[in-house]
Each structure stands twice: as structure tokens, then as C-alpha cells.
T-cell receptor, first 113, second 112 residues
Framework: NAGVTQTPKFQVLKTGQSMTLQCAQDMNHNSMYWYRQDPGMGLRLIYYSASEGTTDKGEVPNGYNVSRLNKREFSLRLESAAPSQTSVYFC????????????FGPGTRLLVL | AQSVTQLDSHVSVSEGTPVLLRCNYSSSYSPSLFWYVQHPNKGLQLLLKYTSAATLVKGINGFEAEFKKSETSFHLTKPSAHMSDAAEYFCVVSDHDYKLSFGAGTTVTVRA
């Protein structure tokens, strides 16, 4: 059981470049989430998918898009990267209800120059 | 709307002494509350959660937290700190929708 996996672990982009962060979970969870973590700000929700086929905006969705490819996979796309998107990105999954535990991936460190 | 305030950005303790991490929350409903721990360069791991059962919640690694509705607090404690407890700790509130609110985090250092 790998849990939640994320690729890549680290990426450097130039301003204006695009990239997709990949996330997969093998726990048969219904809900998946993308967060960004910045110093002194905790984690902020970018987008979430309550179930396969649905996605919704979180607290900081501007500049990002997501795709719930299937029940296992939830990707985050930066169409035109900006230095303000330099951050650590975490994917998480949850069995079903918001009261349940979220399981986090190891994170992707993104640096935008 | 829900929100979380972690009252200390940094806590330093000696090994073997108690640890107290303070968390206050605001919520329109009866919330679910969580404490997560993040070790350096790792993802977050659940320590414990409160979901309207017993107000004193026991978690992993000797941690516990008490839900006090009158004080809107959910403080995390451990009687005796270990070197392996050095990490960042996040208090999290859920109003039962999918948008969790995270506190800014408390960094714990443990002195030998």
C-alpha cells in the first residue's frame, strides 16, 4: 500500500512555463484535495474533488486547474507559472466524509524563477 | 465561516518535560477538530481527531487534546517530550464541508 503518491518531488520552472503535478492514491478514497503550503500560513486549499467526476474551488484557486482523471488520480495544472506560485504542494485523499482523516502525500516543491 | 488560531508559532521544551500547543477555533456549527504533525520534508500525519464523541481525545505517540466548547479551544498536550517530537504541528477545523481550515502551525523544538 503506497498511500498517496506525488510526482515530481521537486521542480524548477521559469515564469510563464506550464506543468502538471500528478497525484494518485491506492486506498479507494472518494475525495481528493490539492493544497499549497507557504511559510507562516499553514495549508491553503486550492481545489478539491468530493467524488469522481466533480471538482470545486477552494480558498486559492486562481492560476490553477485540476482534473479528476479517475477515482485514483487527481492532477493539478499550472498553465502559466508565476513566482507567487513558488510553494510546496500537497495532495491528500479522504475516504468519504469531511469528518474523516485526510491522508497526505509527501509533497512537491516548486520553484518558479 | 470557520477559522483556527494557533497561539504560539514556536515552542521550545526540554526532553522529558510537558508539551502544550494551544489552538482556538471559530465555527458556526459543531465542528470536527484535528491535530496533524509534519516532520521535516514530509507530508502531514494525523495525531488525533475530535468528532463530537468524548471531549478528551487520545492520539498517537502519547499526545492528547481536550475539546472545550465554552472556551472554543482544542489544546494539544503530551506529558513528556521526546526528541522525535520535534516537528511542526497544525490544528485543523472542519465545519463538515470539504473545506478544512488549517492553523498557521506551531514549530516544536526539543532540547536534549
Amino acid at each position: 500500500n503506497a498511500g498517496v503518491t506525488q510526482t515530481p518531488k521537486f521542480q524548477v520552472l521559469k515564469t510563464g512555463q506550464s506543468m502538471t503535478l500528478q497525484c494518485a492514491q491506492d486506498m479507494n478514497h472518494n475525495s481528493m484535495y490539492w493544497y499549497r503550503q507557504d511559510p507562516g500560513m499553514g495549508l491553503r486549499l486550492i481545489y478539491y474533488s468530493a467524488s469522481e467526476g466533480t471538482t470545486d474551488k477552494g480558498e486559492v484557486p486562481n492560476g490553477y486547474n485540476v482534473s479528476r482523471l479517475n477515482k485514483r488520480e487527481f492532477s493539478l495544472r499550472l498553465e502559466s507559472a508565476a513566482p507567487s506560485q513558488t510553494s510546496v504542494y500537497f495532495c491528500a485523499s479522504q475516504r468519504e466524509s469531511p469528518q474523516e482523516t485526510q491522508y497526505f502525500g509527501p509533497g512537491t516543491r516548486l520553484l518558479v524563477l | 465561516a470557520q477559522s483556527v488560531t494557533q497561539l504560539d508559532s514556536h515552542v521550545s521544551v526540554s526532553e522529558g518535560t510537558p508539551v502544550l500547543l494551544r489552538c482556538n477555533y471559530s465555527s458556526s456549527y459543531s465542528p470536527s477538530l484535528f491535530w496533524y504533525v509534519q516532520h521535516p520534508n514530509k507530508g502531514l500525519q494525523l495525531l488525533l481527531k475530535y468528532t463530537s464523541a468524548a471531549t478528551l481525545v487520545k492520539g498517537i505517540n502519547g499526545f492528547e487534546a481536550e475539546f472545550k466548547k465554552s472556551e472554543t479551544s482544542f489544546h494539544l498536550t503530551k506529558p513528556s517530550a521526546h526528541m522525535s517530537d520535534a516537528a511542526e504541528y497544525f490544528c485543523v477545523v472542519s465545519d463538515h464541508d470539504y473545506k478544512l481550515s488549517f492553523g498557521a502551525g506551531t514549530t516544536v523544538t526539543v532540547r536534549a
